[in-house]
């Protein structure tokens, strides 16, 4: 099974402020990665799949990078919605498929 | 919009079965994708439990697959889980999503439902 980890746990940055959040593969993934936005009471949002296409809907300030083992989801200028939890998802070998526990991006 | 909703008991007493359904909402479930069930146990991360496709292929997660069941349910446009002989160990946040068939991501989730085991 391959171990995803995320860093840091918590982000504490202003608005404006950029974002940059890692997600790392027990084993490399290729560009098999996802990233998810979940925020109090609702759905998750997918935002970012093979590492850097941005999911439809997603505006451009948020950015996938990486490949391998090493990915980077970067927002370039926090709004205030964008203030939630945001984790990643390898597919590349599964069952099963995993997920990285979260960072959580705050305000400070 | 795909709208996915979670429904089911929110307490399951130690060793009987947790059962959940997922409605499907402005989208068949026949017309394609896979339907599948995450879970999120208190302070950890999410888990994956397993996904269907419309016509019954089915691939669960290999740590629970011994004690789950999904299944899926055309005519009413829903899909459920069943996972047995719980414990306090099973307590988490269930989700409901839509799979991609070849990009295996999650493009619409269900809110969520605290299930608790405890007597």
Redo the contacts between chains.
Sequence with gaps: EIVMTQSPATLSLSPGERATLSCRASQSVSKNLAWYQRKPGQAPRLLVFGASTRATGVPARFSGSGSGTDFTLTISSLQSEDFAVYFCQQYDNWPPITFGPGTKVDIK | QVQ?QESGPGLVKPSETLSLTCTVSNFSISSGYYWAW?RQPPG?????I?STYHSGNI?????LESRVTISVDTSKNQFSLRLRSVTAADTAVY?C?RRWEI??????????TLVTVSS
């Design positions: 996915l995450m950890k991360g999410l888990e994956w397993g691939d669960y997660n290999p740590s989700y999503a990009v295996v991501v999650h493009d619409y989730w269900g809110q969520g």
